[in-house]
């Protein structure tokens, strides 16, 4: 059986650190048109929104948005409504970032608060505990 000939390097793993970087840059300048606008939108009034990460597109042209909206109990609205107004916020995202694209945004929950708030709760659970008590006196033995 004939093996597949491989041109150029093989497929990094993780983002690039030009993604990286194209995504931090995206996410301070989002940060400021979210904490300076004033949306007449009635899910988005009020709310204070964390943007946690961006993960751009080997191309990037494409923007994943992940938020986290203050408090955490309403976000399906919010992400909707930061969707629904995705156009506008590309819009003057273009104007405060130097890229040649401006990337088109798509906005995210951010689940990594939630499976935290998930562990710590089964880390107190009294059977994990004594599991671990269990396994910290087996190292001290050692």
Known sequence: MKRPISRGRP???????????AGELVRHALVE????EDF????????????TQIRMSPDLRHANC??????GGHAPQVVKALNRH???LRGR??????????PDLKFLHDESFDEAT??????????VRQDL???DDEDGDA
């Open 11 to 21: 497929a990094p793993a993780g983002p690039t650190q030009r993604q990286l970087r």
């Open 33 to 36: 048109i979210l904490r300076e």
């Open 40 to 51: 007449a939108d009635p899910d988005l009034e009020g709310v204070s929104v964390t943007v």
């Open 66 to 71: 992940f938020i986290e909206p203050l408090g």
């Open 86 to 88: 995705a156009k506008f």
């Open 93 to 102: 995202l273009g104007r405060m970032i130097d890229m040649k694209f401006t």
């Open 118 to 127: 998930r562990l710590m709760r089964l880390f107190d659970d009294p059977r």
């Open 133 to 135: 008590e269990a396994r």
